[in-house]
DNA sequence: GTCTATATACGGATAGAC
DNA sequence: GTCTATCCGTATATAGAC
């Protein structure tokens, strides 16, 4: 593959990704992300055979990218409690798109669940690669038997206040909850 | 309206409530709620002109269900605090539904924002039903000031179990939430 | 590598016989 | 009230010229 089938691949890439974030992957059509780009929809397939297919890199390159930060917390936060609340200020970091489109991750597995879709299980790795990362934040904190719970537990938080940010358009209400959050972190 | 037609249309929203819940309102199409209820696609037109008419009826349906169900529960339980707990409980009341195909009001939120549905504002109503009564019952409990943080928070803990249970298939999770709010409530 | 043209299927929606 | 037949738009996907 050439160097600029590779650059177009990418543009594709991301295209198709911000894309199935904002208006959802089933109700993203060929044309959308081809209009998008400012390529022909016939070339499209050059890229591309199926739709699958792009939703497949799609979620791989999420993965590598998730995988890619947390690597980047885990240096620059040598406290685990500092990584937590790192993690904790992704919701007000991305606070804007959040109200508009709620989570990346989590709208995605709650549409891969209602299509029955084949790539639920890719999606879902995708969710637990960040429980596995707070796994071991909160056992490096000492909570060694209920490490998982407490990973669990912080993953429906985040999802729980974007999904409600996103239904009531509420901003106010994620800066509270997350700043509530990061003080349940500290009393640990 | 004759009786037989008044069945018909009763049966169809029920059936159409279902599939757009386990499918989602975008991928439930004519043909399945017409295979569903064993009627003919054609003879559809003759209760619902348009398949946004179906939505519309199903929500105020459910807004009907929500706003009864609720009135129920303020009859059963004079004390807020009860209330409270018996709607934390709808979770495990609903836990094979949950962990298959996630909250119903939460679910419809998201895929209405993402396709930047035209009855988003219908569907956030329903929501908010709900968060107001729980508005009412923590301002019974003397918050005052915090009665709709408190509400937020409830409501966002609950989609967060949900999403995150049907993301995981991981019901002993939701058993855990379910405990750990009610002793939140009982402490409040 | 990129384009146009097109095959094919399925979606919502309508017309009209019965 | 119920059915069949059909229109029309759009979706994925393919073929093949350039």
Redesign the pocket.
Known sequence: ??????L?RQQILETADGLFYRQGYDH?????IADAVG????????YF????EILSAVISKRSENARQTLQEWDKEFPDARDRLKRYIQTLTQHKDAIEQYGCPLGSLCTEMAKLQHSQQDDANKLFEIFRNWLVEQFSLLGHKNDAVQLALHLQARTQGVALVTNAYRDQAFLQNEAKDLEDWVDQL
């Open positions: 593959m050439g160097i600029k089938a590779e177009n993203t059509s060929f044309t959308d390529i022909a929809r016939g070339n499209f397939y050059y055979k199926t739709k699958d």
